[in-house]
């Protein structure tokens, strides 16, 4: 891959960015239900690790590709 650097700089923050709002949503939970003492939270994570999946992608992509 033939990349200029102002590429690979947006790759890598996107990359980035993309991580922690991946670790983040897999984190916190969705719904969370609480009757007195009783608490029920539901969580659905395959989007989550979509975004974890995107995230080290771009990473990679942005720190392989090669400048012009």
């Known amino acids: 891959l033939i990349m200029n650097n102002t590429i690979k700089k947006v790759l890598l923050v996107i990359g980035i960015a993309l991580i ?10 969705e719904a969370s239900v609480g009757i007195g003492d009783l608490s029920i939270e ?10 974890l999946g995107g995230g080290v992608v771009a990473l990679i992509v942005g720190l392989i590709g090669k400048s012009k």
């Not at 539901?42 to 690790?49: G, H, K, R």
């Open 42 to 51: 539901a969580q659905d994570n395959s989007n989550a690790y979509l975004i």
């Open 20 to 29: 922690v709002y991946g670790i983040y949503a897999v984190i916190a939970p």
